[in-house]
């Protein structure tokens, strides 16, 4: 099993930034992929960016060049940097890893971001 754990959200203006982290817990050995979506009321969950356990990265398009993954594998925590926030940022985030050979998948129990003036 894997637990995880997100910190970091808050209530920023439009144009600051924010960082989360996601710490890891339990069989953190079997983990394979570890990634940030996010829920904005009335709409679907999205993945917004992920990274291998090799460091691969992938980000949604609507953040590209704003955010970043990155991850320290010592800590066995996940950050997300997010740079010139948008409103429409606004939305709990949640981190996800997929583990073991049958990618099982454990979440977070989120943290509320909200980009308003």
């Known amino acids: 099993q894997v637990q995880l754990v997100e910190s970091g959200g808050g209530l920023v203006q439009p144009g600051e930034s924010l960082r989360l982290a996601c710490a890891a817990s339990?069989?953190?050995?079997?983990?394979?992929?570890m990634g940030w979506y996010r829920q904005a009321p009335g709409k679907q969950r999205e993945l917004v960016a992920s990274?291998?356990?090799?460091?691969?990265?992938n980000y949604a398009d609507s953040v590209k060049g704003r955010f970043t993954i990155s991850g320290d594998n010592a800590k066995k925590t996940v950050y997300l940097e997010m740079n010139t926030l948008k409103p429409d940022d606004t939305a709990v985030y949640y981190c996800?890893?997929?583990?073991?050979?049958?990618?099982?998948?454990?979440w977070g129990q989120g943290t509320q971001v909200t980009v308003s003036s």
């Open positions: 990274i291998t356990n090799g460091g691969t990265t």
């Open positions: 339990g069989s953190t050995f079997l983990i394979t992929v």
């Open positions: 996800n890893a997929a583990y073991g050979r049958l990618r099982l998948n454990a």
